[in-house]
């Protein structure tokens, strides 16, 4: 018979457990479920393919934005813009310029193999103020010098679990552009004031900056037969695991059910709108609460503006770079 007891006191396999969460997997039915039946969830939760084959240590693994260390935080500027701007009820960075193509990708294949210590651990994560210093101070080549990966999938498909972080090798993939002439900079780099109006003005003057929210768990009931455990009959044995519920996003207004913190995820934010149902949020390639500092995707926005001396490329002779990783 597979009747729950709930009478018998619960036998936990507490050594085997850690283990056990991390190799179980990420996307759940129960949480599809629970989310979907919840009316103030405000979003739709699936089965999403893309991380059909994670486990809840492969998924973690994505999440690797850290926060700026207490240490370096006094020292990082904070831009505030005026309240005199009119800013549009709704905003999208690919139509107000459509002639930036580079909006709609992800241009750091330099920056992730390259920038070493400086910007964290590559794959493994880091924090993405960091990221835009060695975008001043060592500047990024182009995606024509050095693809984000290979786009076929073949040698290196991603900051995926089973791969390591691309090595660094300051070679254009192109054998006719040389790498420190495909070198682009940037002026500065900046924390930008957490009120949502603060991000919007500075989203609608200069274009998409980069955030970082938190991603929690969400708790499971699962139940192991004790005969399993003990060799004993009956009773099952009850615990819990804790996934993702941002794992099972789909679609509408994303904001946290329920769970404890997981890890952290930057993305690049683009803009900003409200429902019809009048729930206002960012835009981030998927929607998220706006105005509530959700997951504390408010408090952690930062960008930089370019530098003048793109505009004066230095031509450069060879195409391989002898400098070893970005040092202090």
């Known amino acids: 018979m597979s009747v729950l007891n ?31 039946a919840d ?13 059909s084959n994670y486990t809840v240590g492969q998924f973690k693994h994505l999440l690797g934005a850290r926060p700026i260390p207490l240490s370096e935080a006094r020292h990082i500027p904070i831009v505030s813009h005026g309240r005199s701007l009119h800013l549009p009820k709704e905003f999208d960075a690919r139509q107000a310029w459509p002639q930036c193509s580079t909006i709609s990708r992800i241009l750091v294949n330099d920056l ?20 835009w210093r060695y975008f001043v101070h060592h500047g990024v080549v182009t995606e024509e010098c050095d693809p984000y990966f290979d786009s076929t999938g073949c040698s290196h498909p991603g900051c995926e679990p089973a791969y390591p972080t691309p090595k660094c090798v ?20 900046y924390k930008i004031h957490a009120h949502p109006d603060d991000i919007m ?30 060799g004993t009959k009956r009773s099952v044995a009850l615990f819990r695991l804790d996934h993702s519920d941002f794992a099972h996003y789909k679609s509408g207004v994303y ?21 019809a149902d009048g729930e206002d949020y960012w835009d981030g390639y998927f929607k998220i609460r706006r105005g ?3 997951c504390g995707i408010e408090h952690g926005a930062v ?9 004066n490329l230095i031509d450069v002779v060879g195409g391989t770079d002898s400098a070893g990783a970005a040092s202090v």
């Open 6 to 36: 709930l009478l018998d006191p619960p036998v936990l396999a507490t050594e085997s457990l850690p283990k056990l969460k991390l190799n179980s997997k990420i996307l759940q039915e129960d949480i599809v479920n629970k989310i979907n």
């Open 39 to 51: 009316p103030t969830a405000g979003w739709k939760a699936g089965l999403n393919d893309q991380f």
């Open 112 to 131: 992730l193999a390259c920038c070493g210590f400086l910007c964290g651990s590559g794959c493994n994560g880091g924090i993405p103020l960091f990221a």
């Open 170 to 189: 300051r070679k254009c993939a192109d054998g006719n552009q040389l790498w420190k002439a495909s070198k682009h900079y940037g002026q500065n780099a």
């Open 201 to 230: 003005a500075e989203l609608y003057k200069n274009g998409p900056v980069e955030v970082s929210f938190n991603v929690y768990e969400i708790k499971v009931a699962f139940g192991l037969n004790k005969m399993a455990l003990l």
């Open 255 to 275: 904001k946290h059910v329920t769970g404890d913190y997981l890890g952290g995820h930057a993305v690049k934010l683009i803009g900003w709108g409200t429902t």
């Open 292 to 294: 509530t500092n959700e």
């Open 303 to 311: 960008a930089g503006m370019p530098s003048s001396r793109n505009l």
